[in-house]
């Protein structure tokens, strides 16, 4: 990841890891944990991240400043380990919206010549 | 079996960086020991070790690029990718080359030592072009430029020095294949770094 921040299209395109885990954050603030599970939820288990990829991604992510380090807490619907949670910043919003639109056109753009959706 | 689990992923997290281990290792343990509990739950032993061919393969992987990204932010790294590299590979190959001359002190063939200089120098000039203007690959055309600059400076006067000694026959140039192949590629590097400086002061006065 650069030093420099660039802007969103200059981010792109991203690698599935690092979609699928601003993805998770678009909506709520999250742990590593609940990130894995929506990243497997959302992929139908396509996708199982190992912790090595996961906090690789993160602190990429954290370097790029599209994540940020939210507090520190327990989850309640787990036990009363503390848990570091994350939240996506303005930036990583952008970058995630820039994505988004970047696969809008390519799925225009194969309906346009007739290739069906599954 | 998570337990146990637990403890063995903790010990191979030691093959990360430092630096990484600080900031992410009790993480790490922690969502592996969620991911051994919800592999148990669902699949008891099999889940486990299911899990294990999972997570090796993501250790090996991952501990490779963060120590490699370790690598790379050490300070040594940084340094020799400053701009200071390319100077100090001239020294160097200008040392060696100039250490090569002291074989050649011989006015009978005065000519192979001009002819050396003339390539090293130019050698010289090319790497000056890039210390001037680095270009992301710079680093590819220094090192390229030390092992030229190596290479004619231990094996080309040492050749010359066989041919003046007798050692290497003196046969005429055109029954010398070795010889012609020899010249041409002594010649062929200065040749090609006088037209890239030339090029470059082309490029500089149009800017």
Wanted: with cysteine; proline share 6%; charged share 20%.
């Amino acid at each position: 990841m650069p030093n420099k921040l660039l802007t969103p299209e200059e981010m792109l395109p991203l690698t599935p890891a690092i979609f699928h885990i601003l993805l998770a954050l678009a909506d709520d603030e999250r742990h590593g944990y609940s990130i894995m599970q929506h990243v497997a939820e959302t992929t139908d288990g396509q996708i199982k991240m190992g912790p090595g990829t996961l906090y690789g991604t993160i602190k990429r992510l954290l370097a790029a400043k599209m994540i940020e380090e939210s507090d520190e807490r327990p989850d309640p619907k787990l036990d009363d380990e503390r848990r570091r949670y994350y939240k996506l910043t303005p930036f990583g919003r952008k970058v995630l919206s820039a994505e988004v639109s970047r696969y809008s056109k390519m799925v225009k753009t194969a309906r346009a010549v007739g290739v069906a959706t599954a | 079996m998570i337990s146990v689990s637990g403890k063995i992923y903790r010990q191979l997290l030691r093959l990360y960086p430092q630096a990484h281990r600080r900031d992410y290792a009790e993480q790490m343990a922690q969502l592996f020991r969620d991911q051994c509990r919800d592999a148990w739950r669902a699949k008891r032993s099999t889940g486990i070790v299911k899990l294990w061919l999972r997570v090796l393969p993501d250790v090996a992987k991952t501990s490779v690029m963060e120590q490699i990204a370790a690598i790379e932010r050490n300070q040594i790294m940084k340094f020799i990718n400053s701009k200071n590299a390319p100077t100090i590979l001239l020294i160097v190959g200008l040392v060696l080359a100039a250490s090569s001359f002291s074989q050649l002190i011989m006015p009978v063939h005065g000519l192979f030592v001009l002819v050396i200089m003339a390539a090293s120098l130019a050698i010289f000039a090319k790497a000056i072009i890039e210390l001037l203007q680095p270009s992301s690959e710079w680093w590819k055309t220094a090192i390229r430029t030390f092992v030229l600059m190596f290479i004619y400076a231990i094996f080309m006067p040492a050749w010359a020095k066989l041919k003046i000694t007798g050692a290497i026959p003196n046969i005429p140039f055109s029954e010398d294949p070795e010889g012609i192949a020899i010249v041409v590629s002594l010649f062929a590097n200065p040749i090609v770094a006088a037209i890239k400086l030339l090029q470059f002061l082309i490029q500089r006065r149009k800017n």
